[in-house]
């Protein structure tokens, strides 16, 4: 399952798409070491990859949120997002799982906003936090 994935993630860094993934749900000290040891090892693997190296960036520091969520800008100049109960990146898909897309503009803001707070409780200085901040006030335009 996740072959398929790296494969699609492969595919969109050969059409020039770069991805920021961040991962959360620090429970307890172990599971934030086993989730960052997982993080580790997906940066390994994209950076020795010649598609993904410097494509796909894997942050190390967690969100400490379970939230599912995904920003992406289109092809038309508008940014969507996705909000989910899966574990897109280890589910095996047999539950009854749930992700709903959001186009409104408002709406993509607020879950923009609620991602901003999230990646900005890492530290006082995030550029992804800081990006997510100007994304969130261009769509209130």
């Known amino acids: 399952m996740f072959e398929d994935l790296f494969e699609a993630i492969r595919n969109a860094c050969r059409r020039g798409v770069t991805i920021d993934l961040l991962w959360g749900a620090e429970r307890d000290d172990q599971t934030k070491l ?5 993080a580790a090892e997906l940066m390994s693997r994209v950076s020795e990859d010649p598609d993904t190296h410097g494509r796909v960036r894997v942050h190390l520091r967690s969100t400490g949120s379970h939230a599912k969520l995904l920003l992406a800008d289109t092809d038309e100049d508008a940014w969507v997002a996705v909000v989910g109960s899966c574990n897109w990146l280890s ?10 897309v959001l186009h409104d503009p408002l709406v993509v803001a607020e ?6 707070r999230m990646v900005g409780r890492r530290g006082l200085s995030d550029g992804i936090a800081t990006e997510l901040a100007v994304i969130s006030r261009d769509l209130r335009l």
């Open 34 to 38: 086993k989730h960052g040891a997982v």
């Open 91 to 100: 589910s095996p898909f047999k539950s009854v799982e749930l992700s709903v």
């Open 111 to 116: 879950v923009t906003t609620a991602f901003q």
